[in-house]
């Protein structure tokens, strides 16, 4: 079976408007964590927020207070961003951990400018 992660919900938004990004990942079986990471040009991937199977949500400092991760039926995985800021520009992926691999999905992009 083929095993895929898809990410949607990517766009164009102005400073201080939200956006709300999904992932959908099929052919993956025991999942343990879920997580989206962001990369910006120039800049090395970082961990946006990650919520394993067995432990608390996390977020990155930048982002607390403003983006919520959550799971929804399924293997489907959502990031809720809020007050957006221009710094927060950066190609988000969704990531799948199983004890046996490492799933990435191919990104999609947020660009938040007036």
């Known amino acids: 079976q083929v095993q895929l992660v898809e990410e949607s919900g990517g766009g164009l938004v102005q400073p201080g408007g939200s956006l709300r990004l999904s992932c959908a990942a099929s052919?993956?079986?025991?999942?343990?964590?879920m997580s989206w990471y962001r990369q910006s040009p120039g800049k090395q991937r970082e961990l946006v927020a990650t919520?394993?199977?067995?432990?608390?949500t996390r977020y990155a400092d930048s982002v607390k207070g403003r983006f919520t991760i959550s799971r929804g039926n399924g293997d489907t995985l959502y990031l809720q961003m809020s007050n957006l800021k221009p710094e927060d520009t950066a190609v988000y992926y969704c990531n799948v951990l199983t004890a046996r691999a490492n799933y990435w999905g191919r990104g999609t992009q947020v660009t938040v400018s007036s």
């Open positions: 052919g993956i079986f025991s999942i343990n964590t």
């Open positions: 919520l394993p199977r067995d432990a608390d």
